[in-house]
């Protein structure tokens, strides 16, 4: 929004309305003074919880003039503005923040922060309640006003929520190399065309460009720099529960975030499994190594997590538990439409349609190649996914894995690791 300097400065000279606030500030030995936190954050919140705006801090309103802050300033200032934002609105917003030089009376620039604060999907709370911008001012909501905008942008999450524009990020955020995979020999379109027939890129409420849920997290180098959620969080532990103790060992065998594509972060979770897994060694008529897991199993079960996870839901990411008896992976979400859990291995429903399109036409990497899996794509159209996950699982440990949902909101697969000869072995598989 005002996304040039002639745009910008037409809209401060008719002065505050609906989507624009500006702000002076106030500076004391090196500590940001003014505006106070709470008021700030109550504004930011009100933008949000509205149709978005622009606030522009460091700008004097009755002189129509920006401050003379220094670049030092302007750093202080930014450093302080990101702990307000992420300490003080329930969910933190996610805004587009940038330094930018105003001219003064005399013509010099002069630096400001443009915050831009999209209209979210969340109702946010800020220290003093639930704002809303009415005009050129912030106003308190009501309860009632607060349950039916809450139940709207509940709605607006559940509709497509893959399909929908990720505002505070640029067309250019989409690397090349990672939607270029998605062509084939028949793509002739120009590549605004192409991202847009693919869902990678959607138009907001602006007519304005903006990568989509779906563009974000395949062809994005880092997700989480728009979506902070979207990862694994991958644990591996020593014994059967995060407190089990192993003499003096600590408790912990490896911690690790896996990030980047969500491609990525399915090779790298199936590296974390296998790193970490044990594996016996029989030697009988040659060598054969028996693991803990099944990895096209473990490849299935990832696979199916990021495909259909509810990126809606704030603050929730993949869990991937590795034990010594068993790996446990937990998705954010409910089951997709009527599906059960008992019906997962008959019915098929998708979520997130144009992501699970994408990663059926994703290619499995080269260096995958150890994982014994004739698939080309990550997904197979087919829904054969819970069926490997259950059979392959079940041949190799005896014990068939185990789908249950906690408190209709997180999915959870349990698949027991392989007993015997596998629970004795000491080598680790180096993949």
Known sequence: ???????????????EDNHLELKAVQLRDNRVTGPHADGLADELAAFANSSGGVLILGFDEATKQPQDLSVDDLARLEHWLQGVIADRIKPPLLCRIEKWGLPDAT??????????????????????GHFHRIGSSKRRMSTDYIIRLGQQRSQ???????EQPVVQALVSALDP??????QTLRT??????FLRKLG?????????WHPSVSGILMACREPRDWMPNAFIQAVAYHGTSPAEMDGN??????????????????REGCRFVARNMKVAAIKTLGRRDIPQYDLAAVFEALVNAVAHRDYAIYGAKIRLRLYSDRLEL??????????????????????NETLTSLLAKCPVANEMDWLQTDRQTLMDKRGEGVRIILENSEKLSGQRPVFRLIDDDELLLTIFAATGIVAEAAEIREV
């Open 156 to 162: 607006t999450r559940l509709i497509r929520f893959d």
């Open 330 to 351: 937990y998705s954010p979400g409910s089951i997709p439409n009527t599906m059960t859990v008992d019906s997962l291995l008959y019915r098929q429903s998708a979520r």
């Open 107 to 128: 013509g010099r620039l002069s630096p400001i922060l443009k915050v831009d604060i999209p209209r979210s999907l969340y109702v946010h709370e800020s220290p003093n």
């Open 188 to 193: 002739r379109d120009e590549p605004a065309d």
């Open 177 to 182: 190399a990672l939607y270029e995979r998605f």
């Open 200 to 208: 990678l890129i959607a138009i907001d409420d602006q007519g304005e």
């Open 249 to 266: 060992l600590p408790y912990q065998l490896d911690a690790r975030d896996l990030s980047g594509p969500l491609d990525e972060q399915v």
């Open 1 to 15: 929004m005002f996304d040039t300097e002639d745009a910008l400065l037409q809209q401060i000279q008719l002065g």
